[in-house]
C-alpha cells in the first residue's frame, strides 16, 4: 500500500472513530452513571428516613418522660393533688409560716394534649427557709416551675423574716398514667426507728421503686434508700452543713407519713450547698445608714367596747450607743399605757369613757441622739359599729354557657345603715355582682373545666370606721345535664306508676312518682301524672310535657288549649 493510501485510510478510521465513539461510549457508560445517580438518591432518601426515625424516637422517649413527670391526667385531681404537696412542702420542708396557698381556675388550652394548673402563694420565712425550699422544689422530678418569686423584708438588719410570694405552673398531660390520691407513693412507718445502722420498716411498699437507690421524705426530713427487701429499706438521713449535731439524729415514730420524693435527673449530683450563695450575700441585709425617725403603726381609731394597740418604732438609729426610750407627752386618758422599751401603746376604755379625739405626743429619746424625736398622736374612740351578717348561702349549680344568678343578702343590726356588696379578688372572669341589691350574675363560659368553682363575696357598711364582712360561696359548674339525660321507661309497681330518668353523662338514674319533684339539669317541677308514653309535670304554674324516649331538653310547654284536663282531688 503506498504512502498516500495509508495516510487516506487512518484518517478514514479516525473519521469513523470520532463520529461513533461518543456513540458507543453512551451504550456502556450512561447506564453506569444512571445507576449510580440513582444510587445516590436512594442513599439519601434512606439517609433522612433514618434521621426522621431517629428524631420520632426521641421525641417518644422524651414524651414517655414527660408522661411520667406529668401531674395526674384529670385536671382536678391534678389541682388538688398539687396544692396538697406544695402545702406540705412550704409548711414541712420549709418551715413556713402563716402560709396561704391559692389555686387559679383551671383552664384547658385550645387544642393542647396539656392543661396548666397554676397556683400563688403567700408566707413568711427565713432567707435559709427559702433556700431551703427551693432545693426540694426544684430536686422534685415534675413538669412545673415558679413563674414569679418575690421577697419583702421589713427591715436591714438581722435576719428578719421575709414576706414571700410565689407563683407556680405545672402540667397535667390528658394520657399521662393516673396518680392517685396523692401526687407521689406514700406509706407509714410501721415501727419506732432512730438507729440509722438498723432497716426501716414500712406498711407497704406499693407505687415505690422495687430496689435502691431512691429519696423518700417523711415530715422536714429526706432519707436516702439504698437497698430494698420488701417492706424492710436501709435508709440513711440526709444530712446539711448547716444542721446541728442533735438535729442530725433522726427519729420516726409509727404512723409517720413516708412519702416517694423523685429526683430530676439534673439534680442527682447537686445538694444544698449549691444554693449557699443565697445565704452568704443576702440582698436584704443592708449597712444602715444613721437617719432616725420615729413612725406609729397601727389603726388610731376603734369602737366603744374595743381596745387600742399601737406600736411606735424607732428606725435608722444606731443601736449601739443605746437603745431608745418611749414616753407619753400630754393628758393621757385613764387607762392608757406605753412601754418605754417595746413601744407598745395599749388602751381599754371602761364604759363611761366619753368618745371624741385625745390629742398626745410620742417622745424618743436615746443616747447619741442630738435632739429628741416627737410625734403627735391622735387617738379616736368611736360609737361601736356592728358588722353585717350574710345570709347563708347554699352550694349552687351553673350550666356552661348558660346565665346564673343568685341572690346575696346580708343585714346589719345597726339602724340607717347603707350595704355595698362586691366580689373579692379572684372571681370568675365575667362574673358582676349588683352593689346596691347583691345579685349575683355570671354566665360560666365553655372553655373552663366543669367543677366546683369558689368565689368570695364582700359587703361592707359605712360606719365609722366602716366594716367588711366576707363570704364564701361555692358554685358547681357543669355541661348541660338536660341534653343528656333521657325519659327511658315507665313501670307500674304495687299498683303505682313510676318513671325513670337516665342521664347518661353521669349513669346516674332518677326515679319518681307522682306527686313528687324534679329538681335536676336546671329544672325544677312536680310530677303531676304519669300516661303510658308520657309524664306530665308542673313548672312556673304550667303544665310541661316530656315524651318517653325524649330528653329533658325536649321537655315542651303546653299551651292552655292543648293542656289535658288534670284530675280533680277528692275532699
Avoid at 544 to 563: F, I, Q, V
Wanted: proline share 7%; glycine share 6%.
Amino acid at each position: 500500500m503506498q504512502m498516500r493510501e495509508k495516510v487516506l485510510a487512518g484518517g478514514l478510521v479516525s473519521a469513523v472513530a470520532f463520529y461513533f465513539l461518543p456513540v458507543v461510549w453512551d451504550w456502556f457508560v450512561a447506564p453506569v452513571d444512571d445507576a449510580e445517580r440513582t444510587l445516590a438518591v436512594a442513599e439519601k432518601i434512606h439517609d433522612d428516613r433514618d434521621y426522621e426515625r431517629l428524631r420520632v424516637l426521641t421525641k417518644q422517649r422524651l414524651l414517655k418522660e414527660w408522661k411520667g413527670r406529668s401531674l395526674s391526667p384529670k385536671p382536678q385531681d391534678a389541682a388538688r393533688n398539687y396544692l396538697q404537696w406544695l402545702t406540705a412542702l412550704a409548711e414541712d420542708v420549709g418551715e413556713f409560716s402563716n402560709v396561704q396557698v391559692t389555686p387559679d381556675p383551671v383552664a384547658a388550652a385550645a387544642n393542647q394534649p396539656f392543661v396548666t394548673v397554676r397556683f400563688k402563694l403567700k408566707a413568711d420565712a427565713t432567707m435559709a427557709q427559702v433556700r431551703q425550699f427551693l432545693f426540694r422544689f426544684f430536686q422534685t422530678d415534675l413538669l412545673h416551675s415558679i413563674t414569679q418569686l418575690e421577697l419583702v423584708s421589713p427591715a436591714a438588719t438581722g435576719n428578719p423574716k421575709l414576706t414571700v410570694n410565689m407563683s407556680f405552673e405545672a402540667l397535667s398531660l390528658k394520657d399521662a398514667p393516673p396518680r392517685g390520691q396523692t401526687l407521689f407513693a406514700r406509706t407509714e412507718v410501721a415501727d419506732d426507728w432512730q438507729d440509722p445502722t438498723q432497716p426501716l420498716t414500712v406498711r407497704h411498699s406499693e407505687g415505690f421503686p422495687t430496689r435502691g437507690p431512691f429519696q423518700v421524705r417523711v415530715g422536714k426530713h429526706y432519707f436516702d434508700v439504698t437497698e430494698v427487701a420488701g417492706n424492710s429499706w436501709t435508709v440513711k438521713p440526709q444530712v446539711t452543713a448547716t444542721q446541728s449535731t442533735s438535729a442530725r439524729t433522726v427519729s420516726l415514730l409509727a404512723e409517720d407519713p413516708v412519702e416517694l420524693a423523685p429526683v430530676h435527673p439534673d439534680f442527682l449530683s447537686r445538694t444544698i450547698s449549691d444554693f449557699d450563695p443565697l445565704l452568704k450575700r443576702n440582698p436584704f441585709v443592708k449597712p444602715v445608714p444613721y437617719a432616725p425617725k420615729l413612725e406609729i403603726a397601727g389603726s388610731k381609731s376603734f369602737p366603744r367596747g374595743g381596745s387600742l394597740e399601737l406600736t411606735c418604732r424607732a428606725l435608722g438609729f444606731d443601736l449601739s450607743l443605746g437603745e431608745p426610750i418611749f414616753t407619753l407627752e400630754g393628758d393621757a386618758p385613764s387607762g392608757m399605757s406605753l412601754n418605754g422599751r417595746s413601744g407598745k401603746l395599749t388602751w381599754k376604755p371602761n364604759d363611761e369613757q366619753a368618745l371624741g379625739d385625745f390629742k398626745l405626743n410620742v417622745i424618743v429619746k436615746a443616747a447619741g441622739l442630738k435632739e429628741q424625736l416627737k410625734q403627735e398622736l391622735v387617738v379616736s374612740l368611736k360609737q361601736s359599729n356592728k358588722p353585717p351578717k350574710f345570709e347563708s348561702v347554699s352550694e349552687r349549680h351553673a350550666v356552661l354557657g348558660k346565665e346564673f344568678s343568685m341572690p346575696v343578702k346580708a343585714t346589719d343590726e345597726d339602724p340607717d345603715t347603707k350595704l355595698s356588696y362586691s366580689l373579692a379578688a379572684g372571681a370568675p372572669e365575667g362574673a358582676t355582682i349588683n352593689a346596691e341589691t347583691g345579685e349575683f350574675k355570671w354566665t360560666p363560659p365553655a372553655t373552663i373545666v366543669p367543677g366546683p368553682v369558689k368565689l368570695t363575696v364582700q359587703v361592707v357598711d359605712n360606719g365609722n370606721p366602716p366594716n367588711t364582712v366576707k363570704q364564701e360561696v361555692t358554685i358547681t359548674v357543669g355541661d348541660d345535664l338536660a341534653q343528656f339525660t333521657e325519659l327511658t321507661g315507665i313501670f307500674d309497681k304495687n299498683g303505682k306508676r313510676e318513671f325513670w330518668l337516665s342521664d347518661k353523662s353521669t349513669n346516674r338514674l332518677i326515679v319518681l312518682k307522682e306527686g313528687e319533684k324534679l329538681s335536676y339539669a336546671n329544672i325544677a317541677a312536680t310530677v303531676v301524672r304519669i300516661d303510658k308514653k308520657s309524664v306530665l309535670f308542673k313548672r312556673d304554674d304550667a303544665l310541661w310535657r316530656l315524651d318517653l324516649g325524649d330528653t329533658l331538653k325536649k321537655l315542651r310547654k303546653l299551651e292552655p288549649a292543648a293542656a289535658p284536663e288534670l284530675p280533680k282531688k277528692q275532699s
